[in-house]
């Protein structure tokens, strides 16, 4: 059944993103032409709906290839859109090429440029919608993936606690194999071996098997019974603690390698555009909080003797120690290498208080990211007194300092900030650095700003 569901809903999607492209082609016409006043004799709306109309089979086809049609089922939103975003932007490029090359065709850019932004924002809404429909069937147990669990070890029960967790990802575990009756509340029907028999007595939409490392004995045979009844497999490996979100697979020689630690910054295009992004925005920011940067200097000027800015060397990108600027917020002291503030810290002025709880402390370190010491979005760097504390008890704790730390990041607006738990920032930290995406960062920077009342630190 899930399979028919399946193929009815990428058919109910492409129908719609389809029927979509033709209204929004309707009403880019209309604000280019009506309420922007078009140059007058341009050509009429039914060329512009033609060349919808031919546009239609490319769209429909890089939309297929794209895997715009494919199961979003355990994907977020986010990775569905930046797809969506990419494939409308290589239409565009098409198209603009097209009309470049043949210049007898006189439609207008402008429209073509509305006409764009429309759909991905239409077509971006309608997926949305439709997601959160589909979530409500899964919460009341429809349109649900039936599974056979192989196994009763570590993954097996984290697969399952996860699936418990989010019953809208619509996964239902009705059978478990393994070597014995380990798993309450759920049907089991023999050990490993018995694995064909249970395969013709059942029917599930997905074998998920979960060997510790000392079954994968059994491993060959399960997959080949599976692959004989035509069911689908999907493995979680006895080292997925060790493996990142999205692993990345090389090989040599014919022998796949599979990369423990794939971090997209390590891109060289991606890096470059990550780095327009922090001088842009560095720059901008800059001149914008100059007049905030101009109250705070003479604040702390006038608040306690010492400098106006507070160096403190951090450690940042592959471990290497930069000094980090803040507006001074605390009377100088000797504990300022080892020291971790708090918000009833002692050591604070009545101003520093005011520009910590609001964060205009922070603003200098514009300047640590125009000198390429720090990015606006990353993990927060640490004192080297920290670091060398965190890296024996915090597991994963040195895979921060791949990155540039930044003046924000995924922790810090998870509610991470100031002294709160370790563990916790740094595998939101991870997550961050292997899920990396302009717009990842981009929704940061937004949720910063959203955050910023907050009385909380970053830190």
Known sequence: MIKENQKTLNQINGLTDVIILFPCMVLAYFIRFQLFN???????????????????????????????????????????????????????GIMLAFFFVFKEFHLSRWTLFIFF???TLLIAVKRWFLRRLLRTFREKGYNLKHVLLVGCGDQARAYLSAIERDRTLGLCVDHYIAPHDCLPGLSYLGTYEAI????????????????????????QG?????????????????????????????????????????????????????????????????LISS?????????????????????????????????MYKFRSMRVNDQQATGWSTDTDPRKTKFGALI?????????????????????????????????????????????????????????????RGDTSIKGRIEHDIYYIENWTLLFDIKILFMTVFHFTNSEKLK
């Open 196 to 219: 064909a028999k249970v395969l013709e007595r059942v029917s599930p939409d997905e074998v998920v098997i979960a060997l510790e490392a000392e079954e994968y004995r059994y491993l």
């Open 356 to 416: 910590r709880k609001l964060s205009i402390d922070e603003l200098p370190q514009f300047f640590n990211v125009l000198k390429g010491d720090m990015s606006l979005v990353g993990p927060r760097p640490e004192l080297p007194f920290f670091v060398n504390q965190f890296k024996e008890s915090i597991p994963l704790y040195m895979v921060k300092h791949q990155v540039r730390p930044g003046i924000t990041g995924w922790a810090q607006v998870n509610g991470y």
């Open 38 to 92: 078009g140059d007058p004799g341009h050509i009429g709306l039914s060329y512009y709906m033609y060349a919808t109309l031919c546009l239609t089979p490319l769209f429909w086809l890089l939309y297929s290839l794209m895997g715009l049609y494919g199961s979003f089922r355990s994907k977020n939103f986010l990775t569905e859109f930046s797809l969506l975003l990419r494939c409308n932007l290589i239409l565009f």
């Open 222 to 286: 399960i997959i080949a019974s599976s692959e004989k009844n035509g069911v689908k497999v999907s493995l979680i490996p006895f080292y997925t603690k060790f493996m990142p979100a999205h692993p990345v697979y090389d090989e040599i020689g014919g022998i796949p390698l599979v990369n423990i630690r794939h971090i997209p910054l390590d891109n060289i295009g991606n890096a470059f555009i990550k780095r327009l992004l922090d001088i842009a925005g560095a720059l901008l920011l800059i």
């Open 291 to 323: 007049p905030l940067m101009l109250f705070a200097a003479i604040g702390v000027k006038l608040s306690s003797p010492g400098p106006i800015l507070f160096r403190q060397e951090r450690v940042g990108l592959d471990k290497k120690p930069f000094y």
């Open 117 to 119: 932004a429309l759909i």
